[in-house]
C-alpha cells in the first residue's frame, strides 16, 4: 500500500524531479526490502557531506537500509556529524539541539501515540557519541527510565568530530585527542551495560563491517522499541579524519579493532522482549 | 514606523525587513493584500491576471501541499492550478521540499526557499506565483527574492496570506482558483480581440 | 465530556462563575478548558502547585497525556518534540527552571511552535532565592516568543486560555510565555470569574501550521525541522537571516488577535494625568493603590497597565507619553527592563523614572510610589 504523502498530484508529475520519481516508483517505503537488496532500490539517502571513508557514513546507509517500516518512521537527531546527513535523507527527521535528541524524542513519541493510537510510529534516536554519552546522558538515560517505546542508536566514533576531534566519554583510556593533550585519563564509558540496567529491553553493540548482523539488530531494537520497551543500539563508526588514517583503511580498522578486544560487539535482551521477540518472529515467517 | 511601507519589486537591497514589521498588515476574510495595500479580494484577482498577462516569462511555483495528493481535494486543486498556468501559459517550476540544495541545485527544473533567486536569475523570471507552499517556507523565500531579485511575486495562499508578497490573497480554494482563471481567460479573450 | 465552543464563546459570550482560587488553582481552570493534549511538568517553587493541578485533571480525563521530566531543559525539550507531533501542549517554569531551559525558548521560536508556557517569575542565583522577581523576563525579551503578563489570577486564567488561540493562527505559530509574579499571585486567593466547565477550545488543526507536521501523514516526506541553512556561503546567510526575520513578523502578526482578545497590549486610567506610572505584573496593582491615595493628596496621576511585552505596544506608548511630563515604571526587578523599553521607544525619555525598583523578595509599598509621584510633581 502506497501511502498518500508518497503519491503525486497527476497535474503535476510530469514536473517532479527524479529523484523523488526514483523514491515513488522504487524507493523502500512499504516494502520488504533490506540490505541484501541494496543496489536494487532507490535509497533514502540521495547524498551526503561526510568525509569519504566515515564509519558513519556507511552505518547511516545500512541503517536507513533497515528500517522496518520508512514510511512510518520519524528519525531524531542531534548536533554532530550524524546529523549533517539528514538533510538529505527522505524519512522526517528532527534535529532541535546538541544533546536534547531522547527528551525530544519522548515528546514526539507520545504526541504520535496519542494521534494514531492505532498505527506504529517509529520514533528513532541517532546521534553521536557526544550527544549520547556526555552531554545528553540524563536525557537519554531518563528515556530509558520511564520506559519511553523509541529506539537509541549511539554512532560510535570515541570524539567530537564534528567540532574537529575533541575527548568524548567514549574515547578510549590513554587517546591523546584535543582537550585531553596529556591522553584521556578514564576508561571508556560503558554504554551498553548502563542501557540494560536503566531499563533497555534490548541493547545491542554492531559494526557497519558486518552489515547483515547489523541490520538484524537494528531491525530487533525498532521492532522491540514498538511493542516492549525503549532499546538501545551502538554501532562503531571509526573517524578517518581525527583519528587520521587511511579513508580506505575503515572497515579493516574495524575488524582490527575487534580482533584485538578494543571493540567487543554484544548483545543484551530481556525475558520479555526475548519472548516478545520469538512471537514477532514467528509471525513474519 | 511608517504605514506606507509599499511591498514592489525588488531588488530592495541587502537584507529587506519583513513587510509585517514595517507595519503592513494581513488582510481580513474577503481582502488581499497589492503592494502593501489592503484591497477587495476581487480587485487583487483582476491585478494578479493582469500581471501575469503581462509578463513576459511567469512562472508558478507549486510547493509539496500541492505536489503530493497527500489529502483528500489536493488532486483537484492541483489540476485547477496546472490549468491556470496553462491558460496564462506560464511555466511550472516545482518545489518539492525545503532543505537547503545549494549548491547542488538544478535551477532549471526545481527551486528552493532557501535561495530561491538562483531558479529566478537561471530562468529569467519577472513575474512569480507560490501555491501549495507552507507559510513559513514562503515567506522566507518571498522576501529572499524582493531582496535580491526583479521578479514580482504572487501568493494564492490558502491560509492567511502573506504581507512579503507583491500580490496576496487568502483563503484560497479550488473555486478561487478558478474563479482566477475564467478571468485570466476572459482578459485573454479581450486582448486576442482588440481589448476594449 | 465538554462540548467545542468558539473561542469567542468561551471568553466573551458563555456565562462566568465566580470562584475564590489562588493563582495555582487559575491555571488549571485554564487547562481543564484549553483542550490540551499534553502537559509535562517538572518542580520548582513557586510554579510546582500549578503543575500539580494540572496533573490532577489529567487523572480526571480533561488532558490527554501528562508526565515529569527530568530537568527543565528536558521538559522544554520534550514539550518542543510533542509540538511538532502536531498535539497541542502546555508546561510551566519560573526562575531558574527558566535559566536551565533557556536554550530551548529561542528554539521553539524558530522551529515556529506554538507552546503555550506559563512563568511564575522568581529571582535567581546567587545566593539561593525563591522570592518574586521579574528579572527572567528581561533576559526573555528577545526569545521571538510573545510574552503575556498577568496581574492577577483573573489575567493568569484569561491569558492562558486565550494564548493557545493566539499562539496557534497559521500566521503567527510561535510560543507564548504567559507570566506571573510568583508568589504574589500563585499563593493568593482572589475571585475569579471563570467560563462553565464543560466546555472548551476547539483542538489544535496541526496541518494548518505554517511549517510541516513531523508525523509522516503530511508532506513533504522528505523534511527535515529544521533544515540546515549554515553552510559557510552568502546563500546560506541570507536563508538564515530570513528565517529570523519571519519570526519577528510572526510576533507582529499576532498584535491584532492579542488586541481584540484581551481588550488591547495595554490599558489606561486617566490617560491626560501628567504624571503617568506605566508598569506590569503586580506591580499595577500597588500603583492603582498608590494613584488612589495621590488623588487624594490633590495629585492627578494615570494609570497604564501594559499587558503584552512582546510584540510591544510601541506605538500606543508613544501617543500616551506625548503630552506627559513624567513617567513613572516601578517594577520588580534591579535591572529595570520595562523603564529600558521605554526609554528606548520614546523621544523625551528624561521624563521616564525608573522608580521605584524592588527586589530579593522585597514588597513594594504604595508609599516608595507616591515618593516618586511627589518627586515629579515638585
Known amino acids: 500500500m502506497t501511502k498518500n504523502i508518497l503519491k503525486m498530484s497527476p497535474a503535476f508529475a510530469d514536473i517532479i524531479p527524479a529523484e523523488y520519481r526514483e523514491l515513488v516508483d522504487n524507493g523502500p517505503y512499504g516494502r520488504d526490502v533490506g540490505v541484501a537488496e541494496l543496489g536494487t532500490f532507490k535509497e533514502l539517502l540521495e547524498e551526503h557531506p561526510l568525509c569519504a571513508g566515515c564509519g558513519l557514513a556507511l552505518a547511516l546507509r545500512i541503517f536507513l537500509a533497515s528500517l522496518p517500516a520508512p514510511e512510518d518512521t520519524i528519525v531524531v537527531g542531534s548536533t554532530g556529524c550524524s546529523s549533517l546527513v539528514f538533510p538529505q535523507a527522505a524519512v522526517q527527521n528532527i534535529h532541535s539541539l546538541f544533546g536534547n535528541q531522547n527528551s525530544v524524542a519522548s515528546g514526539l513519541k507520545r504526541a504520535l501515540k496519542l494521534r494514531f493510537p492505532d498505527k506504529d510510529k517509529d520514533v528513532i534516536v541517532v546521534a553521536g557519541d557526544g550527544a549520547t554519552a556526555d552531554i545528553g546522558l540524563d536525557m537519554v538515560m531518563h528515556s530509558w527510565f520511564r520506559r519511553e517505546n523509541i529506539t537509541t542508536i549511539m554512532l560510535d566514533n570515541e570524539a567530537y568530530a564534528n567540532t574537529g576531534g575533541q575527548e568524548s566519554g567514549m574515547s578510549q583510556q590513554g587517546t591523546v585527542l584535543y582537550m585531553a593533550p596529556k591522553g584521556k585519563n578514564f576508561p571508556k564509558i560503558s554504554m551498553p551495560e548502563l542501557a540494560r540496567e536503566a531499563g533497555c529491553v534490548y541493547v545491542a553493540v554492531g559494526t557497519p563491517a558486518q552489515p547483515r548482523k547489523l541490520e538484524k539488530m537494528l531491525k530487533r531494537a525498532i521492532i522491540l522499541a514498538r511493542h516492549v520497551g525503549p532499546t538501545y543500539v551502538q554501532i562503531m563508526t571509526p573517524c578517518p579524519t581525527n583519528y587520521k588514517f587511511k579513508n580506505n583503511e575503515t572497515v579493516n580498522r574495524l575488524k582490527g579493532l575487534e580482533k584485538d578486544g578494543v571493540f567487543k560487539p554484544r548483545e543484551y535482551i530481556t525475558a520479555e522482549a526475548q519472548e516478545a521477540l520469538n512471537r514477532l518472529e514467528e509471525v513474519s515467517k | 514606523m511608517s504605514q506606507e511601507y509599499q511591498v514592489l519589486a525588488g531588488p530592495e537591497g541587502y537584507l529587506p525587513p519583513a513587510a509585517a514589521v514595517m507595519g503592513v498588515e494581513l488582510p481580513k476574510t474577503g481582502e488581499a493584500l497589492v503592494e502593501g495595500s489592503l484591497v477587495s479580494d476581487n480587485e487583487a484577482l483582476h491585478k494578479i491576471a493582469d500581471k501575469l498577462l503581462s509578463a513576459k516569462n511567469p512562472f508558478f511555483f507549486p510547493g509539496p501541499l500541492l505536489l503530493w495528493a497527500w489529502k483528500a481535494g489536493v488532486a483537484e486543486r492541483a489540476q485547477a492550478v496546472r490549468d491556470l498556468a496553462d491558460a496564462v501559459g506560464a511555466g511550472v517550476i516545482p518545489m518539492p521540499d525545503y532543505r537547503p540544495k545549494y549548491p547542488m541545485i538544478n535551477p532549471a527544473i526545481e527551486i528552493n526557499p532557501n535561495h530561491p533567486n538562483l531558479t529566478i536569475w537561471h530562468n529569467k523570471i519577472d513575474v512569480c506565483v507560490f501555491v501549495g507552499v507552507h507559510c513559513h517556507y514562503a515567506n522566507i523565500a518571498l522576501k529572499i527574492i524582493r531582496g535580491g531579485t526583479s521578479c514580482y511575486t504572487i501568493a494564492l495562499c490558502g491560509e492567511a496570506g502573506h504581507e512579503d508578497a507583491m500580490i496576496s490573497l487568502r483563503d484560497v480554494n479550488l473555486a478561487k482558483i478558478q474563479e482566477l482563471t475564467a478571468i485570466v481567460m476572459d482578459k485573454k479573450r479581450q486582448i486576442a480581440g482588440g481589448g476594449k | ?378
Not at chain 3, 95 to 107: V, W
Request: aromatic share 8%; glycine share 6%; charged share 20%.
Open chain 3, 1 to 378: 465530556m465538554q462540548k467545542v465552543v468558539s473561542p469567542e464563546h468561551l471568553f466573551f459570550e458563555a456565562p462566568r462563575e465566580q470562584v475564590f482560587i489562588t493563582g495555582s488553582e487559575a491555571v488549571r481552570e485554564a487547562v481543564r478548558r484549553a483542550n490540551v493534549d499534553m502537559a509535562i511538568s517538572y518542580p520548582i517553587t513557586p510554579q510546582s502547585e500549578s503543575m500539580h493541578l494540572v496533573g490532577d485533571i489529567f487523572k480526571e480525563g480533561y488532558i490527554r497525556e501528562y508526565f515529569r521530566g527530568e530537568n527543565e531543559f528536558a521538559v522544554m525539550s520534550a514539550v518542543a518534540g510533542a509540538s511538532m507531533g502536531g498535539v497541542r501542549v502546555f508546561t510551566a517554569t519560573g526562575g531558574p527552571g527558566t535559566l536551565r531551559a533557556f536554550e530551548l525558548f529561542s528554539t521553539w521560536s524558530g522551529a515556529r511552535l506554538p507552546i503555550v508556557c506559563a512563568f511564575m517569575t522568581r529571582g535567581v542565583n546567587s545566593p539561593l532565592t525563591i522570592q518574586p522577581d521579574t528579572i527572567e523576563m528581561s533576559y526573555l525579551l528577545d526569545t521571538g516568543m510573545i510574552m503575556l503578563h498577568a496581574e492577577n489570577a483573573q489575567d493568569l486564567y484569561d491569558y492562558l486560555l486565550k494564548a493557545f488561540p493566539i499562539a496557534e493562527q497559521t500566521e503567527v505559530h510561535i510560543p507564548v510565555g504567559v507570566f506571573a509574579d510568583g508568589f504574589f499571585v500563585t499563593h493568593t486567593r482572589e475571585n475569579v470569574k471563570v467560563a462553565p466547565v464543560d466546555i472548551k477550545l476547539p483542538p489544535y488543526n496541526a496541518y494548518s501550521a505554517p511549517v510541516p507536521v513531523m508525523d509522516m501523514e503530511n508532506v513533504p516526506f522528505r523534511q527535515m525541522r529544521d533544515p540546515f541553512v549554515m553552510k559557510s556561503n552568502y546563500v546560506s546567510y541570507a536563508a538564515h537571516a530570513s528565517w529570523q526575520q519571519e519570526v519577528m513578523a510572526a510576533a507582529e502578526r499576532a498584535r491584532p488577535s492579542i488586541s481584540s482578545y484581551l481588550g488591547g497590549l495595554l490599558e489606561v486610567e486617566n490617560a491626560d494625568a501628567d504624571i503617568l506610572i506605566i508598569t506590569s505584573g503586580t506591580a499595577v496593582s500597588i500603583a492603582r493603590e498608590a494613584v488612589a491615595q495621590a488623588k487624594q493628596e490633590g495629585l492627578n496621576v494615570g494609570l497604564v497597565k501594559i499587558k503584552c511585552i512582546r510584540p510591544f505596544p510601541t506605538e500606543e506608548i508613544r501617543a500616551l507619553t506625548k503630552n506627559a511630563k513624567a513617567v513613572i515604571v516601578p517594577e520588580f526587578n534591579r535591572v529595570g527592563w520595562l523603564a529600558k523599553e521605554i526609554k528606548s521607544i520614546i523621544p523625551d525619555n528624561d521624563k521616564v523614572v525608573g522608580a521605584p525598583r524592588v527586589f530579593g523578595g522585597m514588597t513594594m509599598p504604595t508609599q516608595s510610589i507616591l515618593a516618586e509621584i511627589r518627586r515629579c510633581q515638585a
